[in-house]
């Protein structure tokens, strides 16, 4: 079972980007390449199976504190620090609030947060709706002539939805590669159309991927034990910042061409 993190009294509390950069693992595919990815401890289930985070008693908590302290926690195995989601089978429809006033992205995954209990224990977990299907059913959201459009917004207005229990989640599109190929083919992102850095949110912006009718972020997804894992912090490069390390290592080209965003299914073993 995975242990949640917590800061410890005393211990000087990391930003989302700090804690997100922590569950960088590395993943050796059957030619030898290693591919850095997100390390996801996930469950699922129906909205009915899901509690609140906030009550009165927290809800002055700010939206990166309820990330930070909420919804990580270390593997079984050599303890890598993993991002817990839920996968929620229940219908999502697209959130829209005509009143509300514009949120930050950090803000609406916030929103996402609930809790799953396992065993008697409950665990916060960031809600998400997922499909799976082939790279060329999809269409890009952003190109290189419209990239220097507003990162954030459109992550804001595009990635998120309720569902039947009017709980927020997180949409999310597993990309399984094209046709019947069976897996994706993974290209490390190189700097195309610009050679001006990129910031986290601009790279997780140009995964968004228009699925059907549907706008959601575009994954690719490999699922294994975690002990299949290897730490991509090491003494030689934890002088990199945060979003470098992320910016620089979780984002590839599947072969139908479209930015995702590389994930690690960790199964727990």
Not at 40 to 59: K, P, R, W
Not at 80 to 96: E, G, Q, R
Not at 166 to 193: M, P
Not at 202 to 221: D, E, H, P, S
Request: glycine share 6%; proline share 1%.
């Amino acid at each position: 079972m995975s242990t949640d993190n917590t800061t410890g009294c005393g211990s000087v509390a990391l930003s989302f980007y700090q804690m997100l950069a922590s569950t960088i693992v590395g993943y050796v595919d059957i030619a030898g390449l290693t591919h850095y990815r997100i390390n996801g401890l996930e469950v699922s289930g129906d909205c009915a199976d899901l509690l609140d985070l906030l009550d009165c008693n927290i809800n002055h908590w700010s939206p990166e504190r309820q990330l930070v302290e909420n919804v990580f926690a270390l593997d079984d195995c050599a303890e890598h620090m993993a991002l817990k989601t839920f996968t929620n089978s229940s219908v999502s429809v697209d959130y829209s609030k005509c009143a509300e006033i514009p949120k930050t992205f950090i803000e609406m995954l916030a929103r996402t947060i609930h809790g799953y209990a396992e065993l008697g224990v409950t665990h916060y977990r960031i809600n998400s709706f997922v499909e799976t299907g082939h790279c060329d059913d999809l269409v890009d959201l952003l190109l290189c002539p419209v990239n220097d459009i507003e990162a954030e917004r459109m992550l804001v207005e595009n990635l998120f939805a309720t569902d039947t229990c009017d709980r927020l989640g997180i949409k999310l599109y597993t990309n399984v590669g094209a046709g019947d190929q069976r897996d994706t083919v993974v290209t490390d992102y190189a700097i195309s159309c610009t050679t001006e850095k990129q910031s986290f949110l601009q790279m997780l912006a140009r995964c968004i991927v228009l699925n059907g009718t549907t706008y959601m972020l575009n994954l690719i997804k490999v699922e294994s034990t975690c002990d299949d894992a290897v730490d991509f912090w090491t003494c030689s490069n934890n002088h990199i910042d945060a979003e470098s390390a992320m910016v620089n290592n979780l984002f590839a080209t599947d072969e139908c061409g479209h930015l995702a965003l590389k994930w690690f299914t960790n199964t727990g073993e």
